[in-house]
Structures are given as C-alpha cells and as structure tokens.
C-alpha cells in the first residue's frame, strides 16, 4: 500500500550547519505534504507545508523541497541550531475522500552537536 | 494560531479502571478531530477520527467498546480508555483540522497514560 518512508534515521549535524532530511513517498496523486517536528514528550508541531504543484516553499530556516518525478520530499534546515534537536516527521496528506488522514513517516531524529 | 490543548498531560491509574483524555482546539472549531497512540521510539499510529454530532470512525485493528471517542462540541473530543491495562500504556496524541481549506492537521501536547 502506500507509505511514506524516511532514507536516514539519525542525523547528528554541527549546531550553525544546514541540516537536510529525506522522505520518500509511494502514492503519485498525493498533492499536499507537511513536515512535522517533534520534541521529547511532546505532540509534533507544523513546521512547513507544501502542495504538488510547488517544487520549493520556504519558511523561517526552513525550506521543503518536493520533486514529483522521483517521489521525494526534503526538509532543509538552515544554521542548526540546539533547539532544532527533535524527530522531524514528514506526513502525507491523503486527500479530502479519505478525510484528510495523514500518512507518516517513519522519522528521523535530528542530534545537534555544540 | 491553530491550538490543540490536552489535559491530562499525564495520568498513571490502576489496571481496570477507566480514563478520559479531553483535546481541545482553543482558537479555531473543529468538526473533525484524530486521536492517535505512539510507542517509543515510533512514528504515530491513527487510532480513530472523531467528527462533532456523529459516531467516530475507527481503524482496522482498534476496538471501539475499548476507546470511547465522544466530539460532542466543535472545540472538545474525549477519548475514554475503558477497562485500561498496562498494555493501553502509551503516549496519546489528538488532532484537529485548521487552516485554509481545512485540511492541516494541528496537535496537542499529548497525554502520557502509565497503567498499573
């Protein structure tokens, strides 16, 4: 069926480095994805989201960067920071006919180095 | 804007007896609410959506005499653990549908149930 996987679980990143986490989805009508960040012992919170009909979006150090050809979506995260340490989830919209459920990825957790 | 709250943030009970976790959305109503349940170290598993003034639809796999979802208003979803057992012991995270369109998901800070 269809899924959305992550290609790295850990991505331990040098606090000031720009940090890229990979997701990869499998249903091609798929048209809304949303990143999602999520601290110890916390709900995961919206960072940025993106339709099928954009390849790039870009928010406050953050840029989602979506290529339909290869089903492939990346969250960059510019100058890393401390408190960007979290699991960062990438969540697949399945679409107002499927009321509006999310597909997640697995997660990859982001260790921040001083 | 776009805020779910829970209450509680954490409950431990004794095993049999029953719980209920509130989610509210504090600055936006909410026709449709998700609750979900995550173990460590896992990704979110959707237990059910509860839609205000009907019944809750329920995952494949998820009992509903067990998990009692109640939305009897726009802003306020229950979920009731009934008979709770230490395997109903996880981290319980619920959802609401803001934004344009309607079709972002927002979370709460969830509830963490420890049953003994």
């Known amino acids: 069926g269809e899924s959305v996987g992550l290609h790295l679980p850990t991505l331990s990143v040098q606090e000031g480095d720009n940090s890229i986490i990979n997701c990869a989805y499998s249903?091609?009508?798929?048209?809304?994805f949303i990143w999602y960040k999520q601290e110890s012992g916390k709900g995961p919170q919206f960072i940025i989201d993106i339709r099928s009909n954009m390849d790039k979006r870009q928010g406050q150090r953050v840029t989602v960067l979506l290529n339909k050809t290869v089903k492939h979506l990346s969250l960059q995260i510019a100058a890393t920071q401390p408190g960007d340490s979290a699991v960062y989830f990438c969540?697949?919209?399945?679409?107002?006919?499927?009321?509006?459920?999310?597909?997640f990825g697995g997660g990859t957790r982001v260790l921040v180095k001083p | 804007g776009a805020v779910v709250s829970q209450h509680p943030s954490w409950v431990i009970c004794k095993s049999g007896t029953s719980v209920k976790i509130e989610c509210r959305s504090l600055?936006?109503?909410?026709?449709?609410m998700f609750w979900y349940r995550q173990f460590p170290k896992q990704s979110l598993m959707l237990m059910a959506t509860?839609?205000?003034?009907?019944?809750?639809?329920?995952e494949q796999g998820v009992e509903k005499d067990k998990f009692l979802i109640n939305h009897a208003s726009l802003t306020l979803s229950t979920l009731t653990v009934t008979s709770a057992h230490p395997e109903d012991s996880s981290f319980y995270i619920c959802s609401g549908l803001a934004g344009e369109g309607r079709e972002t998901q927002y979370f709460g800070p969830g509830t963490r149930l420890l049953v003994l």
């Open positions: 600055d936006f109503q909410a026709t449709t």
């Open positions: 969540a697949e919209n399945m679409g107002g006919a499927a009321g509006n459920k999310l597909t």
């Open positions: 249903n091609s009508a798929s048209d809304y």
């Open positions: 509860s839609n205000e003034g009907s019944k809750a639809t329920y």
